[in-house]
């Protein structure tokens, strides 16, 4: 059974940077295309980007480029950053791993999803 | 970006009753290749979301058969044919025709 773990800090300070890891346990990193979501009470569930091991990625343009997802394999984990954060950026933010056939659709497997808060 | 509308989006349903849910989007979601490019996820009480259907009218894995999708082109369904009390949660549409995917609000089903 695959399992996706999010973590990093859970307190962030305004300007600097978000940092989180999603561990992947049961399946592998080097296959299928992997996500972070985030959610928030004034968004709702919002798409931030994908990576796949090749490390091709693609992100919302919403981010502005402040955002920046990387890959791990031989951790077999993946990782999110999000420079010059705001309050804006407060969410429960989850990994997910797409579909067989799909790049950021078919969500089947979501990690519990970590709270960020960002305050100073 | 794409937009997508949910009504309602609030629905309280008498288990054993049918329930529907409307998802329309700003463009088409008709893919090339004939599918229509949507899903349905539903975020039950203090977890994920968890995928329902895909591709407009596939069961995910393990999902139950009294919940059909249905629907093309902008305008779209969920259908749960008999609610059962375990059905409770905000249901979210989503497309994935486009970079960036966006989601529906939600719909949160509670029990009348």
Redesign the interface.
Known sequence: QVQLQESGPRLVRPSETLSLTCTVSGGSTSSYYWNWIRQSPGK????IAYIYHAGYT?Y???LMSRATISMDTSKNHFSLKVNSVTAADTAVY?CARA?VR?M?????Y????ILVTVSS | ?IVMTQFPLSLPVTPGEPASISCRSSQSLLYYNGNN?L?W?VQKPGQ????LI??ASNR??GVPDRFTGSGSDTDFTLTISRVEPEDVGVY?C?H?VE?????G??TKVEIK
């Open positions: 709702g569930l919002e798409w693609k919302n343009p919403s989850y579909g799909a950021y659709s078919e969500f089947d979501w990690g519990q999803g | 970006e490019n899903d996820y994920s979301p968890q995928l895909y591709l995910a894995s979210y989503m994935t970079t960036p995917p966006t989601f609000q939600g």
